[in-house]
């Protein structure tokens, strides 16, 4: 069975007896438990999970069912943000079916229920974004892995959830700051993405193996540049992207005014005229298909594009060369998965 085969087999197991609970407490509450269920679920590359599972096994951990469920809770604690997320942002959608706010306010107006439904869809996300956070936790900690192991992990595993939130804040403050600068640009990627999705599951599976100093110094050299340049192509793909393949409408970053690397690069080298079109445009939640086509012919026309496409080639260029660094420290199984997630994660070939 492949690796995301049996991460989607152990949570589908954690999930359906979490859903036995929460069924039992009233069974009104089979809406609540289908949606976080059906949320994690339905899509997702589990990159985490991944990363955390050949992160342990490259530091000379042995496969076993309690690996996989251990690091699987990764994906209820990136459920968590992307429920979050969502709601920050106001998006309608997530892998091509509706947020879990929109889920929910649908759910309260075919019901006729009193209230305002996007009041009661905001709340659904907050409490199952909340309710996904403490399974993760609970997952991690009851999976089956020795104790020892575990305690060895917790740093890494608290740490990477302090960090994408303090990441996820400083997004939403450049944002209402319009603060455009590309240092502010790469520490939000650093820390909401390029940490959390790659480095951080990377220690915690070095952590679970009980690696070296040397393993985890290896990974964070592989996983920091390759993070960033998988948020630098999430970057693009959120405002170039096809909605068949992001499951989101086209520029629905430039609506939900993200100050990304991809934007600090198009305001800085700007004229008059397409920094109007950039203040104008970027963060209208109403900007329509042919305002998302001006937009995106500033962000070509600046060369921050190409910019970009050049700095995600280099940052894949870093962090390959930090894999030919750790041939001497680290499984070379691991390392041929690694150099494929690579490709993976900066081209999106999925």
């Known amino acids: 069975m492949e690796l995301n085969d049996r991460i989607d087999a152990a949570l589908t197991v954690f999930l359906d007896r979490q859903a ?29 999970p991944a990363f955390a599972y050949w992160g342990a096994r490259g530091a000379g951990l042995e496969d076993s069912d309690e690996l996989v469920a251990c690091v699987a809770s990764l994906e209820l604690l990136q459920a968590s943000a992307l429920m979050h997320d969502d709601l920050i942002d106001g998006s309608d959608t997530r892998r091509g079916m509706p947020s879990i706010h929109r889920r ?42 020795p104790f020892a192991l575990v305690a060895a992990a917790r740093h890494d595993f608290d740490l990477m959830r302090t960090e994408v939130s303090a990441g996820q804040y400083l997004d939403v403050l450049s944002e209402v700051r319009r603060d ?69 409408p086209a520029g629905d970053d430039l609506r939900e005014g993200k100050h990304t690397f991809l934007i600090a690069r198009a305001s800085a080298a700007a004229d008059a005229a397409q920094r109007a079109a950039l203040d104008a445009g970027l963060g209208d939640p109403e900007l329509d298909e042919a305002g998302v086509q001006r937009l995106r012919a500033v962000l070509m026309d600046t060369g921050a594009l190409a ?34 997630l690579l490709v993976k994660a900066v081209k999106r070939d999925f």
Do not use: N
């Open 104 to 145: 929910f306010a649908a759910l309260h107006e075919s019901e006729g229920w009193s209230g305002r439904p996007g009041g009661f869809g905001a709340a659904a996300a907050i409490l199952l974004g909340d309710l996904c956070l403490a399974w993760s936790d609970e997952l991690f900690c009851s999976a089956g892995m």
């Open 20 to 48: 036995a609970v929460i069924c039992g407490i009233d069974p009104s509450l089979s809406a609540y438990a289908d949606a976080v269920r059906d949320f994690v679920l339905r899509g997702g590359k589990r990159l985490r």
């Open 180 to 248: 455009v600068s590309e240092s502010t640009a790469a520490k939000v990627a650093r820390y909401k993405s390029a940490k959390y999705t790659i480095e951080r599951p990377m220690l915690i599976g070095a952590s679970l193996a009980g690696a070296p100093e040397r393993v985890r110094e290896h990974y964070s050299a592989i996983g920091l540049p390759l993070g960033e340049a998988f948020q630098l192509r999430d970057d693009v793909l959120g405002v170039f992207g096809d909605p068949a393949q992001t499951g989101k």
């Open 307 to 340: 910019d970009t496409e050049e700095r995600i080639a280099s940052l894949a260029a870093e962090a390959e060369a930090a894999l030919e660094d750790s041939r001497a420290d680290v499984d070379p199984a691991a390392l041929q998965v690694f150099a494929g």
